[in-house]
Structures are given as structure tokens and as C-alpha cells.
């Protein structure tokens, strides 16, 4: 059974920084793409960041980019995504996310196993 375990999230201050952290177990994870989602008070989830496990490509939203990184261990099962400059509209829930064999997507309806999600709040 895929489990994927979020921490780090947390209170910043504007212009601060946070680094999430993904613990994917279950399966092996080879050639799936792990996705970080995040979804705010009264709006949809929406796309932060993927990364394909086995050749390390990455996308972003462009809400994120030259802010935010995504990033993987594979020997550990570990995904991470470092946020940078952070704004008070990041402020939301961070969900990890995997999706099985296949081309990056950015869309909910394309991953498969979802995590609990952690709190990041930005304060102005």
C-alpha cells in the first residue's frame, strides 16, 4: 500500500523559507512522478511542482518558478520541495503526490496516491 508522508510546513514570515519533505513507502517508486499540490481556504487544489523519479526532470507552475525546487532521493524514498522568497498567497495546504508510469502532468485528476497534507502559512 503506497503511503506518502508530508512534513516541514509551518509558520514564515514573508521573504522566508521552508523546505517540505515527502516520505513515499509501499512500492518502489521507479518511473513514477511525484508531485507537491497545494490548496488554499475556499479554492481549488492546484499545481505546485513534479519531478519524474528516475530521470530527475522537473516542471513547475509559474506562480513558483525561480522560487521553488523540487527534488528527489531515491535511495531513500524521500521528495522534497525547497520554497524560497515565499509570499503570503503560498499560504496554503502542501500535498505530496504520485502518479504512476508516465508523463509529467499537472492536473489532479493525474495522480493516483495523495498525502495528508502539511500547513504552510505566510504571514505579510
Known amino acids: 500500500q503506497v503511503q506518502l508522508q508530508e512534513s516541514g510546513g509551518g509558520l514564515v514570515q514573508a521573504g522566508g523559507s521552508l523546505r517540505l519533505s515527502c516520505a513515499a513507502s509501499?512500492?518502489?517508486?521507479?518511473?513514477?512522478?511525484m508531485g507537491w499540490f497545494r490548496q488554499a481556504p475556499g479554492k481549488e487544489r492546484e499545481f505546485v511542482a513534479a519531478v519524474s523519479w528516475n530521470t530527475g526532470n522537473t516542471y513547475y507552475a509559474d506562480s513558483v518558478k525561480g522560487r521553488f525546487t523540487i527534488s528527489r532521493k531515491g535511495a531513500e524514498h524521500m521528495v522534497y520541495l525547497q520554497m524560497n522568497s515565499l509570499k503570503p498567497e503560498d499560504t496554503a495546504v502542501y500535498y505530496c503526490?504520485?502518479?504512476?508510469?508516465?508523463?509529467?502532468?499537472?492536473?489532479?485528476?493525474?495522480?493516483?496516491?495523495w498525502g495528508q497534507g502539511t500547513q504552510v502559512t505566510v504571514s505579510s
Open positions: 503526490a504520485a502518479r504512476p508510469p508516465g508523463a509529467i502532468v499537472a492536473v489532479t485528476a493525474g495522480y493516483e496516491y
Open positions: 509501499g512500492r518502489t517508486f521507479s518511473g513514477y512522478v
